[in-house]
């Protein structure tokens, strides 16, 4: 089967089993709100107990306070009534393997898929690339728990965000699925 023909069977399932999933409101019932990483290995629903209708999750490479993640949680308050946010990215992150010179040069050399080996990435594909990748800060991560406070505190300072919503700043562990608190982010992130 095709990847195509595999997530259409897996819907078909998934449709059979629905029940009354289609009466769910749409504000989050658990009233908050998750901000991670695309990572495959996170599963947000499995690592924090959470059902279709329980909670909000924005995803992006990273898990990442970037405008556009701040945008989501915006409207997640203002619009869908949640007041308790986490900020949750991870151990062994892809994040961690580049820069934005590295990524930068990949693109510009060609658009295909580059290969990562001990000294980093290599781009082995055909050109033409593209410099539009200058333009774009790809907010990579050197240190964990300094990503974690830095998007927490970016967060709380943003004038579109209210001071009582608590932020929760934590670091999923890939090797055991455990959240593992940090603790500055949680000092920055307490609802004033
Ligand atoms: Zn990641």
Redesign the pocket.
Known sequence: MSILEEVLSSNDAYVDSFGDKGQLAMPPARGFAILT???ARLDPAKYAGLSEGDAHVIRN???RASDDAIRSLVISYKLLGTKEWFVIH?RD???ELFTDDVIRGLLASSLETAEIGADGFTDVGAGPGSREGDYIDWLTIADQAASVTEDVRRIKAHPLVPSGIPVYGYIYDVATGRLIEVPEATEVGRAG
């Open positions: 990483c695309m990572d490479a990273g898990g991870h992150c892809g994040m």
